[in-house]
């Protein structure tokens, strides 16, 4: 018996970096997981790696900034899936390419509005296209992603940051709406993780840098923070909600 054998679980920003080793262990652990990223093609070829290990994946092409694209893929899944039991809204970051690094004061107003579209106006997209499936379940799992940043403050991404902190206040929000329907609403918050597939120096020396402050000082990768989400899709944290999980090491502490 696998711990998420009978789970269908939904993860966004699944086709790389921490979504990727999100799909990957949540599909090793017995979910069936539908797999969501706008890069179809990467997101294609991961879950066909990970049917080939003997999981199942089911991967959507979507833009999560989209709702009704959003929620068609969500639709999608539970129909394929049979049901839908968590939903881990993972894609974020910056793909403003190149974000501006500038004081806040200079942040460019288009930049801070994608900041705020992409990281919290698409978890509450993610949140509003799942709770049907899961209140039809009787119950589920919610994980918003959010960042150590909110705890540290880091200079040149005020927008990020701030984004990233809003979700806190909705998390708390919403898992006061949902308990009733026995439906959890968690925050996991990663360090500054190497989820770069190919990074440079430069990034590699960034990263080793916030390694130096963590009580456990080394770099964080990937695969530090899926048994977090693993064990939030599952029925071991059935009695956890509206909470915040910092996953980094201790570099943060609140
Ligand atoms: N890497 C870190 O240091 C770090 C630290 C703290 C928090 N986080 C958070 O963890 C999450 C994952 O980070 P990561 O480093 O793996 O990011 P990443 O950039 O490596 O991967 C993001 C994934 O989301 C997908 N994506 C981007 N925009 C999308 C959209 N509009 N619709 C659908 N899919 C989209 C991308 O194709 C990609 O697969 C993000 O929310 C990020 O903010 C990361």
């Known amino acids: 018996m696998n711990r998420l054998d ?5 993860v966004t920003g699944s086709a790389h970096g921490i979504g990727r080793a999100y799909a990957e262990r ?11 990223d706008i890069d179809g093609r ?11 290990a003997g999981g199942s ?3 959507i092409t979507t833009d999560v900034r989209d709702f009704a694209a959003f929620k068609s893929a969500v639709d999608r899944a539970a129909a394929e899936l049979g049901r839908l039991t968590g939903i881990a809204n ?8 190149p ?12 930049e801070w509005d994608e900041s705020f579209r992409l990281n919290t106006k698409s978890a509450w997209y993610g949140c509003k296209a799942a709770v049907p499936h899961l209140r039809a379940n009787g119950g589920g799992s919610i994980v918003n992603v959010g960042s150590s940043t909110i705890f540290r403050g880091v200079p040149t991404r005020a927008h ?3 984004a990233k902190a809003a979700l806190i206040g909705f998390n708390r929000t919403i898992a006061r709406e949902l308990g009733k329907d026995g439906i959890r609403v968690n925050l996991v918050c990663p360090g500054s993780t190497l989820s770069e597939e190919d990074p440079s120096e430069a990034t590699v020396r960034m990263r080793e840098e916030v390694a130096k402050t963590r009580c456990i000082p080394r770099l964080e990768r990937p695969a530090d923070l899926v048994g977090t989400m693993s064990f939030l899709m599952s029925d071991d944290s059935a009695f956890i909600t509206g909470q ?11």
């Open 6 to 10: 009978g789970k269908a679980v939904v």
């Open 26 to 36: 949540l599909a090793a652990d017995g979910a069936m997981v539908a797999m969501l």
């Open 42 to 52: 990467r997101n294609d070829e991961v879950a066909a790696r990970i049917r080939a």
């Open 57 to 59: 994946a089911l991967p």
């Open 90 to 97: 993972n894609a974020g970051m910056l793909n403003v390419v």
């Open 99 to 110: 974000i501006t690094r500038c004081a806040f004061e200079d942040i460019p107003d288009a």
């Open 160 to 162: 990020y940051v701030a």
């Open 244 to 254: 915040t999980f910092l996953v980094d090491g201790g570099s943060a502490m609140h």
